[in-house]
């Protein structure tokens, strides 16, 4: 086994067109990092250059001490598992799982003995058999797994390699995926536009993102929970989280001995020390992001705690959990990095009006229905405070 290093990577198709600008990763030797970010991040592409599927145009890229530039994909000492599975269809699964080891004139008892153990890994035991035709889709992600597997890569390479399956059979694989990192500990590089499963998959997580002139992709890369307690701006804020994080401007002012934070008519107080440093009393306009679990409806809060009264527009009921989404009267948040994000979502920056739009996460036995008021109360230590001119995090 061994880590992977992205050295100050740069990507330029055609000599004018940059997908990539100044990435630099250190993945540890048996560490599970996953890359995700919006369509055109150059995630994939990034993944591609480790696997010598791409051409480096600016700096190194080495698995272990060595740096693979110009070394050939087959000479890379890894195994990449593809989102289209990519079997052969006139093989069996054992032929198909045992392929790459006869292409390495690897010993035939050796080549039994490493695909029947993959196979009990996987389960498919009983298909070994079979021709792709007649396995399931999870089945088949379980082969193309299985042919990485016996290969004894130094790292794993995955381009999406669940976003064919279906909803609960995803879910079935990311949990399989993760015990199986476990088991056998190799270093693992994963590519995914999925950030749930980005979340409960990695060690670390590196978010990405278009890069607009020569501004890094890379934007974070942290721990799942750290990312998610410190977004280092508003892209990285409001990409990760389901749904999404809540973004409004607010004034920094102050009532009586407290300080509060006031927005579209609504005034909430805030602690002290929940403001950054400098921050407190200064009049000064910020972006605030409010998680939408950081809401809650007064009857099930309890007493206490600063509160908005608002009136839904909309409730979707989950079972487990309601989403009450509301609006306030004060000019949405637009900045580069949310732009970037609407426009994932295939929005335009200009349809947003003049009102900016929340969704709170709230107890469903206390949820209001469509059209009535509600006083939601809302946990002021977990805001997130940003500077609405970089975007950076305060």
């Known amino acids: 086994m061994a880590g992977i290093t992205f050295d100050a990577v740069g990507k330029i198709y055609g000599g004018e067109t940059r997908a990539i600008a100044d990435v630099s990763i250190d993945i540890a030797d048996g560490e599970f990092v996953v890359l995700v970010g919006p369509s055109g991040c150059g995630k994939s592409t990034l993944l591609r250059m480790v696997a010598g599927l791409e051409d480096i145009t600016e700096g190194k890229i080495l698995i272990g001490d060595r740096v693979v530039n110009d070394v050939a994909p087959k000479d890379r000492d890894i195994a990449m598992v593809f989102q289209n599975y990519a079997l052969y269809p006139h093989m069996t699964v054992r032929d198909n799982m045992a392929f790459g080891l006869k292409l390495r004139k690897t010993p035939k008892k050796e080549i039994e003995e490493r695909v029947g153990e993959a196979a009990r890994i996987l389960e498919i035991t009983d298909y070994l ?20 597997i016996v290969r004894e890569p130094a790292a794993f390479l995955m381009d999406e390699p669940l976003s064919n399956l279906d909803a609960k059979l995803r879910v079935q694989m990311r949990s399989e995926l993760g015990l199986l990192h476990s088991r ?41 929970r750290e990312l998610y307690d410190h977004p280092r701006n508003l892209f990285v804020a409001g990409f990760i989280g389901s749904p999404a994080m809540n973004f409004v401007y607010a004034t920094v002012g102050a009532d009586g001995t407290a300080t509060t934070l006031d927005f579209g008519g609504h005034s909430l107080a805030v602690g002290s020390g929940a403001l950054p440093d400098g921050l407190e009393r200064s009049e000064r306009e910020i972006v605030v992001g409010v998680r939408p679990e950081a809401f809650e409806i007064r009857s099930a809060a309890g007493a206490g705690g600063s509160a908005m009264t608002v009136t839904a527009s909309l409730v979707e009921q989950l079972g487990s959990e309601a989403y009450v989404h509301f609006a306030v009267p ?16 295939g929005t335009d920056a200009s349809a947003l009006g003049d009102e900016t739009k929340f969704t709170a996460r709230v107890n469903p036995d206390h949820a209001p229905r469509v059209g009535q008021s509600a006083e939601l109360v809302v946990d002021t230590t977990k805001l997130h405070f940003f500077d609405p001119e970089s975007g950076d995090a305060l």
């Open 129 to 148: 058999d079979r021709k792709p035709k007649a396995l399931s889709g999870g089945q088949r992600q379980r082969v193309a797994m299985g042919r990485a």
């Open 184 to 224: 056998l500990g190799t270093t693992t590089l994963y590519v995914t536009h999925d950030q749930v499963e980005a979340m409960t998959m990695g060690d670390r997580v590196a978010v990405l993102k278009a890069i607009s002139d020569t501004e890094s992709n890379l934007q974070q890369i942290a721990s799942p």
């Open 330 to 345: 004060v000019r949405p948040v637009v900045t580069a990095d949310i732009e970037a994000l609407l426009a994932e979502e």
